[in-house]
């Protein structure tokens, strides 16, 4: 009660600068959720194991905040419907994502995930019936133009493991949509219990024939950190919706292109192309008026 109170009574700039913050750190932890799993696939790790590990360590952390102050009600959903298709879009985008960092560079991976918000206004319109004007549905196009860019499907640089990008794209866009759909109806405990421990159970019988087990320390604790990357940035990112409005914590994301190429490069010797540069420079640009549009 104390601490609502405080809350209630802190200055909107503080709490929204807060917010901000929180955001900023998420985009952090979502960026180390790609390098490890990438990092882990290169070294031998089948894919189905890593996106086990991410979702089964965020799990562990789900169970550890939000069981002892409720119990098994934390599970109970007033949208069961809504959360299994939610929490199933979600693992559909990681275990795209997750194989086709394999095959592309963390750079590119991470800038077509930046079209989201875009696909996500289209979408909204027929899912969540919102009216999108004529400014924003060229913006849309605008954005996917710049999607091809850093695909390059005309090109010999174009990778078949793209199309498995672009799934992962389509999949985290109707995830965020259906996070829409329910929000106000669930509360951060059941849709964060919902999204990792729904995971852990339709991957854990499926990795046991492929499950390889670290030979160095290192690669263990690289397969215990990736689900303790996820569980941390997804509940940072919820706690951040509480201190700033959306339209203002969106834009943050892009951040995470700068986290991706530091990453790219300092761990895996690898620069972004120009091509991704120009490509992701145009999403944003895209993103960046869309989100405008929305706050006006």
Same mark, same amino acid.
């Given at each position: ?22 955001? /900023? ?108 004007? !004529? ?28 199309? #498995?990008?672009? /799934?992962? #794209?389509?999949?985290? =866009? ?7 759909? !329910?929000? *106000? ?10 999204? =990792? ?25 690289? #397969? ?5 990357? /996820? ?17 203002? #914590? ?29 490509? *992701? ?16």
């Amino acid at each position: 009660m104390g601490q609502r109170l405080m809350e209630a009574v802190r200055p909107r700039e503080e709490r929204t600068g807060f917010g901000l913050v929180l955001m /900023g750190c998420a985009v952090g932890f979502f960026t180390c959720i790609d390098t490890s799993a990438k990092w882990l696939i290169l070294a031998g790790f089948p894919a189905l194991q890593v996106v086990f590990a991410r979702y089964a360590g965020h799990l562990l952390l789900s169970l550890a905040l939000y069981m002892p102050g409720g119990g098994l009600a934390q599970f109970r959903s007033a949208r069961p419907v809504l959360q299994f298709l939610r929490s199933s879009f979600l693992l559909g985008s990681t275990f795209l994502n997750f194989t086709a960092l394999n095959y592309l560079p963390l750079t590119v991976t991470t800038t077509v995930m930046f079209a989201g918000p875009i696909a996500v206004t289209l979408l909204s319109i027929p899912m969540l019936g919102e009216r999108v004007g !004529i400014r924003r549905l060229v913006a849309v196009l605008v954005g996917f133009s710049g999607v091809l860019v850093v695909v390059q499907p005309w090109g010999a640089a174009f990778h078949p493991a793209m199309i #498995l990008s672009l /799934g992962a #794209l389509s999949c985290a =866009s109707l995830y965020f949509v259906l996070t829409r759909m !329910i929000a *106000g109806a669930e509360s951060t405990a059941t849709s964060q219990l919902w999204s =990792s421990g729904l995971s852990t159970l339709v991957i854990a019988p499926m990795v046991l024939p492929v499950w390889q087990w670290p030979t160095t320390l290192l690669e263990g604790v690289m #397969l215990c950190a990736i689900g303790l990357f /996820g569980g941390v940035g997804h509940i940072l990112a919820t706690v951040a919706h509480r201190f700033a409005d959306a339209s203002l #914590l969106a834009p943050v994301v892009y951040i995470q292109i700068l986290f991706a190429s530091l990453a790219s490069i300092l761990v895996f010797a690898t620069w972004p192309t120009p091509w991704t540069l120009l490509g *992701g420079a145009i999403i944003v640009a895209a993103g960046g008026y869309i989100w405008n549009r929305e706050r006006r």
